[in-house]
């Protein structure tokens, strides 16, 4: 049975990896942030599957910017397999915070590493570094691995920090170490502030007649868009591969924030002309306005394909936050999960 630490165990994509490993019947430690308030709600389910089948999942206190307690942790936990999730991850709260995203989201990484580095004569750890496709920045569509980083935000920067030395360590001191350049996934799962989750959980509200207006920036802004359960599983191959490397995750097809707005509400019989209103405060300093990737060549290496594509994502999210509102039973959005997925690892969408 291997071990599997995750940073990052809270947020969307650490929820979902740690239910698939759980699947394929890993040990799964979690690092978690100490506060006041409880912040496990997408991976409380996953306790009531722990007890009921034996699976192993442990929670671990800890901070990406607290080098000790991070040693401590690896050199206790000797986990076969490292995947590094944590991060300050909203682009727009990057400009706001520079500081704090540079230390959690870049070095944070450095201190990962550097552990590995000094338990690599005697353990064979493999490490994921979660990299971001809005290092490519405005570069040219599609973007591959030939493609220029061009950042364009504090995260980018600090996630591009990370994908150096990510290499720099594997070239240099023979870890294990690959990168997994995902472009935007999402799911019900997806953090309320993130446009995707913005306009799926707006539109529950304004059915239910619990909002009025939906506030918005740019939305001209173009996307590769794909489904996170999808894209966790890409993470465990890349993991299993002979060799470490860099990947590029996606689904080849880019959509508008315009297009995902028509999607959403015309599914649900609105326009959403009707309801959308653009306000300058959620307009970026700086923006990327096309992400594309090409990710032909992981896909021969990986032997992974998206099961999930931009209008079947749309109607899981939407049918997931009417659901949570009591507005609709289990609809289409079920039906497409049970069809695209017969042998579903995760627990709630």
């Not at 040219?140 to 980018?156: G, W």
């Amino acid at each position: 049975m291997k071990t599997a630490l995750i940073t990052g165990i809270t947020g969307q994509d650490g929820s979902y990896l740690a239910e698939y490993l759980l699947y394929k019947d890993y040990t799964v430690h979690g690092i978690i942030r100490k506060s006041s308030t409880f912040n496990t709600d997408r991976i409380d389910h996953i306790f009531q599957e722990v007890h009921e089948k034996d699976l192993k999942l442990i929670l671990h206190y800890g901070d990406l910017s607290d080098a000790s307690r991070i040693t401590n942790l690896i050199h206790t936990i000797k986990p076969d397999e490292i995947y590094n999730l944590g991060a300050q991850s909203h682009v727009g709260v990057s400009f706001l915070v520079p500081e704090y995203t540079t230390n959690i989201t870049a070095i944070g990484t450095t201190r990962l590493l550097e552990v590995i580095r000094n338990m690599n004569s005697e353990y064979n750890i493999k490490f994921y570094q979660a990299s971001s496709s809005e290092m490519f920045g405005d570069a040219e569509p599609p973007q591959s691995l030939n493609s220029p980083f061009r950042p364009r935000s504090p995260y980018a920067v600090s996630k591009l920090y990370s994908y150096w030395m990510t290499k720099i360590y594997r070239e240099g001191h023979g870890i294990f170490a690959s990168n997994g350049i995902l472009f935007n996934h999402e799911s019900p799962r997806r953090g309320e502030t993130f446009v995707t989750r913005k306009i799926t959980r707006a539109l529950a509200n304004i059915l239910a007649g619990n909002q009025k207006y939906l506030y918005l920036g740019n939305l001209e802004s173009r996307r590769d868009w794909g489904y996170a359960p999808d894209y966790v599983e890409s993470m465990w191959k890349i993991l299993q591969q002979k060799d470490a490397n860099d990947y590029l995750i996606g689904t080849g097809q880019t959509n508008s924030v315009r297009e995902f707005l028509e999607e959403a509400f015309s599914y649900v019989g609105l326009n959403y002309e009707d309801y959308v209103k653009i306000d300058s405060r959620y307009f970026r300093p700086l923006d990327v306005e096309n992400l594309i990737c090409d990710s032909s060549e992981s896909y021969k290496i990986l032997d992974w394909r998206p099961k999930i594509r931009f209008k079947e994502l749309v109607r899981i999210m939407v049918d997931a936050d009417m659901e949570k509102l009591g507005l609709v039973s289990p609809g289409e959005g079920e039906k497409i999960l049970n069809k695209k997925f017969p042998e579903r690892w995760w627990g709630v969408p």
